[in-house]
Every structure is written in structure tokens, then in C-alpha cells.
């Protein structure tokens, strides 16, 4: 059963909470009784979260480390509102345990992230990193490139991401190819994009770009042997997750030559240390996890989040249950 929403406390942790849009503290404010902010300016750990969570009903959740340990200490919460469509880093388990109802905001950053993908497919094909450096060091050098052009781009995920890419990438006039362990063949027929295996994928790509969840069928699949079945001299792309790839591998593809470069939107550690070793190769390109760091893809996630949390503190259902509960009294 719902109650008084002004009795209400919510935590926000995101840091792009309302950055683009002021109106989403306000709506927010004025629904509730309190709101506590974020007071770093990163995610969140367990132990941080341990003291913050007593006394919240809500949660909107950025890439907080939600774990056990943490909801062990959340005496009312009811929703964990994530920001974003990962749930990774939530203890699934924990909150159905507790009776807390979780969520997402599925496809509000599709695009940001799609553009993002091709910016860093752009990016490798053309050098442009290396040709800003260079140029600003006072050279003038002449680097050669490769066209999207006829070349074959290969998407491991056909979801919403996957799919966004896809019709980007067409307007380029490349082949697409797609994997995906459940495949929509209604929209690779309407992309005109071949579902296939990955042994069929991987030697015919030109590019290779990551768009699967983290589950434990997926974690590290990009490992030496993925890696070797690759398309000599393609270039793997990841604005997923960090932990879809075997780092340690795939820093020996690169030195081996095998793989010509990487473009990483993301890392197994985030952020990664400076000791990382990818990070000191010219032919991997590193961005810090920015996929979803639009104007457009901030305010679609920040207002599903918050219509998410709103409604289960109603006692409605929820927009987007990953894990959806009835809610005590």
C-alpha cells in the first residue's frame, strides 16, 4: 500500500541528474519529502551507500555498487530506479529478497550511444585522434585512412543499440551482419541486415562492435579465442560493457597485430588505472564511459527513472519492471 508521498525520503545518485533539464530536481521535490543528492561526484561504493540508504523509500540509481551488503542497511527502501538500462551492478537477488521492485529505463539512450559508435568507428577508420595530436605538435602528417565505404560492420547484439547502429551504418553503405542469442528477424529483414553465428561474423567484419549485457554467458566473451576468429587488420569496437572483454587478450591481439586497433567506451575497472596497459597503445582509442552523456539521452533517462520511481512510491506498477513486487503497507 502506498503512502503519503511527502513522508517520502529518495536518494539520487546519478551525477547527470537534471543537468540538462532543472525541471526534473523540481518535479522531484515537489513530489516528495526530502531528496539527497549524490555528495560525490562519481558512483557510488557499497559502504557509501550502507549509510545513505536508511530512511530512503526510493532510489533513482546510477552505476552504484548495489549490492548486498548495501540493501542490507535499506530499512524502507520499496524502488531502485535505475538510470540507464543496465542492472548489472544491482544485486537482483538481494532486492527481490526484500520485496524491493527494480527498474529500468530501456531504450532512452539508444541513439547517444549508437552515435557514439559510429563516432569512434569514424575516429579508428580515420586516425583522427593521432592526426588532432600530431597536428597540434606543429607536424603535418599525411595518415591513411579507410572508407566505411563497402566495408563489412559486424554488431554482437541486435537489440535496441544494436538496431540503432545498424541504420547508421547502412546510411554509410556498409554490409551488416548481426548475432544475437535472440534474434529479431522481422528487424534485420527490415535494416536489411543478415543474422549469423559469430564463426560466420567475426572473419568476414571489418568492424566488430559490442552492444550484449553482462550475464554469465557473456562476460569475457571476447577472450583470445573470439579474438583470433576476427578479420585480420579489423578494428573491435565497445560502448557496452567493460567486462564483455578479456583485457589481457585482447592487449595481446593488438601488440600481435592481428586487431589494428580498439575503440573502449569502457573498461573492466572504470575508470581504468594508469597503469593500463591499453591505454598507452596509439592504436586504441579510450573514452570514459560516455555513451549515454547526451543532452537527449540524460533527459529521457532521468525522467523514465523518475516516472519509474514515482509510481511504485503511488503504489501503481511500475513502467519498466525488471523486478516488479507488491508493495507492504
Partial sequence: MAGDLKSMRVLVTPTSYAKHDPRLKQVLEESVGEVVYNP??????????????????????????????????????KVIARYGVGVE????????????CVTNTPNANSNAVAELTLGLMLALARQIPTAVTTTRAGEWRRLSGISLEGKTVGLIGFGNIGRAVARRVKAFDCAVLAYDPYPNTAAATALGVQLTDLDELLPAADF????????????????????????????LINTARGDLIDEAALLAALNAGHVAGAALDCFTVEPP?????????????????????????????????????????????????????????
Fill in 40 to 77: 560525490t561526484a562519481r558512483p557510488l561504493t557499497s559502504p557509501e551507500l550502507r549509510d545513505l540508504l536508511p530512511g530512503c523509500d526510493g532510489f533513482i540509481a546510477g552505476l552504484d555498487t548495489i549490492d548486498a551488503s548495501a540493501l542490507d542497511a535499506a530499512d524502507r527502501l
Fill in 89 to 100: 551492478r544491482v544485486d537482483l537477488e538481494a532486492a527481490k529478497t526484500k520485496g524491493i
Fill in 208 to 235: 566488430v562492435s559490442l552492444h550484449l549485457p553482462v550475464v554469465p554467458e557473456t562476460r569475457g566473451m571476447v577472450d583470445a579465442a573470439f579474438l583470433a576468429k576476427m578479420k585480420r587488420d579489423s578494428y
Fill in 273 to 329: 588505472g594508469a597503469d593500463n596497459a591499453l591505454l598507452h597503445l596509439p592504436q586504441v582509442i579510450a573514452t570514459p564511459h560516455a555513451g549515454a552523456h547526451t543532452d537527449g539521452a540524460t533527459n529521457a533517462m532521468g525522467w523514465g527513472a523518475l516516472e519509474n520511481c514515482l509510481a511504485v512510491l503511488r503504489g501503481e506498477p511500475a513502467l519498466n519492471p525488471v523486478i516488479a513486487c507488491e508493495q507492504s503497507s
